[in-house]
């Protein structure tokens, strides 16, 4: 009989001895596994936000150059135009309608010859590098397609030889506080992302 149960404590031993070792196994590829599966989760959300936001300022940075466009344009020498004004609400009413922060951005601009910056303040709930709008009402750039695409600033291209085309140039700059770079600093060099995303727009101008 002790010789019967000595041998059947043996044989359970043995039959949990690769039991032992898989689960092991399985706990050391779940921890090798688990700050890829974090990182890669937060890297979708996170892009898809920036991606969503690179969209909503682009819609809106096309919407506010076109009302500046169509404004008048014999008011150019005032403080403040009323087709700056107007693209600045544009920009002001569909940031609240989408529940953007604004940044506590309010007037009046700081104008350099025929551009506009408004700029927000840092506050609760905003960016770090917060919220800023450029309007050029005086944006040109030559007569070709492959010439119209607008820098961050709404800085006017050179025309050459070619037509200047007149129009308005709307920049609106928004600061992201990205995540994705703080889980990767984890797995090894941090990555270099991009604080702010920005969408410009031109339209031509009407009057």
């Known amino acids: 009989m002790s010789t019967c149960g000595h041998v059947s404590s043996r044989y359970t031993e043995k039959s949990r001895g690769p039991l032992r070792k898989e689960s092991g196994a399985q706990l050391v590829e779940f921890a090798v596994a688990l700050p890829l599966l974090v990182m890669f989760v937060v890297g979708i959300f996170d892009f898809s936000g920036a991606f969503t936001l690179k969209q909503k300022l682009t819609n809106v940075a096309r919407d506010a150059a076109r009302t500046a466009a169509t404004g008048p344009s014999n008011d150019l020498s005032s403080a403040t135009p009323v087709s700056v004004r107007s693209a600045f609400q544009v920009v002001d009413n569909y940031f609240a309608s989408n529940q953007l922060n604004t940044c506590n951005i309010a007037g009046p601009p700081t104008a350099s ?24 009402r005086g944006y040109y750039f030559p007569a070709s397609a492959a010439a119209t695409i607008a820098n961050a600033n709404c800085t006017a291209q050179s025309a050459g030889s070619q037509t200047a085309v007149v129009s308005t140039c709307v920049s609106v700059q928004y600061g992201y506080a990205w995540r994705f770079g703080k889980v990767a600093s984890l797995l090894g060099p941090s990555a270099t992302l991009p604080g702010t995303i920005t ?6 101008n009407e009057n």
């Open 199 to 204: 969408a410009t727009a031109v339209a031509m």
């Open 113 to 136: 010859g025929l551009t506009w910056t408004y700029s927000g303040t840092t506050g609760v709930g905003c960016p770090p590098t917060g919220l800023k709008i450029i309007i050029n």
